[in-house]
């Protein structure tokens, strides 16, 4: 089955009256004829979070890649990766998708010179970091066997 997969961001809005930049992201991984991995993400978009949208870039492009890696990892076996998925699919990808967003924007805002905002409590800081970078994900992989959808955020 041929399937055609096509996104586009748009600008919201209260984001054109506030002149604030679009911070949603996607992509899509074409594996094969009959294997998809899609991604959104949302960039939080408050004056808290000023670094969404690369927060958002972030977030689809490591849920492609990690779920191209177990693609690959399970070629020719689905039924092993759909029961993995099943299983684990809410805790081990969430973790690895969240360590793997994590380690990216600390190299990224370390890359950039940004600051490293005030913190409340001693230890504290990358989690401060993090939250500059606020997004949402979604994800979705299509194989001819299965669908498995993923959320992380609101």
């Given at each position: 089955m041929v399937r055609s997969v096509f996104g586009t961001s748009v600008q919201g809005a209260s984001h054109i009256r506030s002149s604030k930049e679009c911070q949603d992201s996607h992509k899509k991984l074409v594996?094969?004829?009959?294997?998809?991995i899609l991604a959104?993400?949302?960039?939080?978009?408050s004056d808290a979070c000023p670094y969404s949208k690369t927060g958002s870039y972030a977030a689809v492009n490591v849920f492609c890649k990690?779920?191209?890696d177990y693609l690959d990892?399970?070629?020719?076996r689905m039924e092993m990766l759909?029961?993995?998925l099943k299983r684990e699919g809410d805790t081990k990808?969430?973790?690895e998708i969240d360590a793997e967003w994590k380690r990216r924007i600390l190299r990224l805002h370390t890359r950039c010179k940004r600051e490293m905002p005030p913190y409340r409590e001693r230890g504290k800081e990358k989690?401060?970091?993090y939250k500059l970078y606020g997004s949402t994900l979604l994800g979705l992989v299509l194989t001819k066997e299965f669908l498995f959808a993923f959320q992380l955020g609101d």
């Open positions: 594996k094969d004829t009959d294997t998809v959104v993400a949302d960039g939080h978009g990690i779920m191209g990892t399970y070629a020719g759909f029961t993995f990808l969430a973790q989690e401060e970091v």
